[in-house]
């Protein structure tokens, strides 16, 4: 099945599929060369997370702000979806699959996975400082200067520390219709989104990818301490086997 093209005739069979749920942190595509937040002495890419990621830090220092998210989609350019995103594009044969993700690159996307819900926002969408319903997709510098049909300054659409995310309701009902829930690479540190874990149903497998898990092998999560490549492969034996 063409995966990327599948969506129509994926929707006929959902009724019979089972419905996995995929909730993705920075360490999905860590090995696509994009570094996590945490693992640095608290510092993202050399930098204070509160002074580039905040509405504080924007107002205090907008041009520091920019450049530092035009540095990250420059990057983007750079990395390609490693074989854990693949993985998940391709579960979409067998399953009904819905990523939920902390991440701001495209990589699910590029991978193949045609049903993804950014919690925090995409690097390559825009949206004017005046209306934050004014979205639009922007692959190239934002610079100062650079405004809405309105003449308001443009800003990553990017969920800063302090910032609604208004996706997370989206989320929830997502979680709750789900038969099957995969968390990879988060430290589960960030909320609303690490409470996403709650909201599954009593009998709704969990497993928990991450070298350095955050929860333990307790319960019903079931923790595959290692890498997304590593610990999908081991995940889609699972999976085939039961
Ligand atoms: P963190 O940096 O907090 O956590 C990254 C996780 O990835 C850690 O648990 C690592 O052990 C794990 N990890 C590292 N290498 C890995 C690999 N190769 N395979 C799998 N896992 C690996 O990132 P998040 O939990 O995503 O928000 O952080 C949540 C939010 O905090 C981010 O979305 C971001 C940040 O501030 C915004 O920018 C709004």
Same mark, same amino acid.
């Given at each position: 099945?063409?995966?990327k093209?599948?969506?129509?005739?994926?929707?006929?069979?959902?009724?019979?599929?089972?419905?996995?749920?995929?909730?993705?942190?920075?360490?999905?595509?860590?090995?696509?060369?994009?570094?996590?937040?945490?693992?640095?002495?608290?510092?993202?890419?050399?930098?204070?997370?509160?002074?580039?990621?905040?509405?504080?830090?924007?107002?205090?220092?907008?041009?520091?702000?920019?450049?530092?998210y035009?540095?990250?989609?420059?990057?983007?350019?750079?990395?390609?979806? $490693?074989?854990a995103?693949? =993985?998940?594009?391709?579960?979409?044969? %067998?399953? @009904?699959?819905? /990523?939920?993700?902390?991440?701001?690159?495209?990589?699910?996307?590029?991978?193949?996975?045609?049903?993804?819900?950014?919690?925090?926002?995409?690097?390559?969408?825009?949206?004017?400082?005046?209306?934050?319903n004014?979205?639009?997709?922007?692959?190239?510098?934002i610079?100062?200067?650079?405004?809405?049909?309105?003449?308001?300054?443009?800003?990553?659409?990017?969920?800063?520390?302090?910032e609604?995310?208004?996706?997370?309701?989206?989320?929830?009902?997502?979680?709750?219709?789900?038969?099957?829930?995969?968390?990879?690479?988060?430290?589960?540190?960030?909320?609303?989104?690490?409470?996403?874990? $709650?909201?599954?149903q009593? =009998?709704?497998?969990?497993?928990?990818? %991450?070298? @350095?898990?955050? /929860?333990?092998?307790?319960?019903?999560?079931?923790?595959?301490?290692?890498?997304?490549?590593?610990?999908?492969?081991?995940?889609?034996?699972?999976?085939?086997?039961?």
């Amino acid at each position: 099945m063409n995966i990327k093209n599948g969506r129509k005739n994926l929707d006929k069979s959902f009724a019979k599929m089972k419905h996995i749920v995929v909730l993705t942190g920075a360490g999905m595509s860590a090995e696509s060369g994009v570094k996590t937040f945490r693992d640095h002495d608290g510092l993202w890419e050399g930098h204070d997370v509160m002074k580039v990621a905040s509405p504080k830090g924007f107002a205090n220092n907008p041009e520091l702000v920019l450049d530092f998210y035009n540095q990250r989609r420059r990057q983007l350019k750079t990395v390609e979806p $490693n074989q854990a995103h693949k =993985d998940l594009a391709a579960l979409e044969v %067998d399953y @009904k699959v819905t /990523i939920v993700t902390q991440n701001v690159d495209d990589l699910h996307e590029r991978a193949g996975s045609s049903d993804v819900v950014h919690l925090h926002g995409e690097l390559l969408k825009i949206r004017s400082t005046g209306n934050y319903n004014d979205i639009q997709v922007w692959t190239e510098d934002i610079n100062l200067g650079d405004t809405c049909k309105k003449g308001y300054q443009l800003r990553p659409h990017i969920v800063w520390f302090g910032e609604d995310v208004p996706m997370i309701e989206t989320a929830v009902k997502i979680c709750y219709a789900a038969d099957i829930l995969i968390i990879i690479g988060t430290s589960m540190q960030v909320y609303p989104a690490a409470s996403l874990i $709650n909201y599954v149903q009593p =009998d709704t497998t969990i497993f928990y990818i %991450d070298p @350095k898990p955050a /929860i333990s092998n307790a319960g019903k999560v079931n923790v595959i301490a290692k890498s997304a490549t590593e610990g999908m492969k081991e995940l889609i034996s699972i999976l085939k086997t039961s």
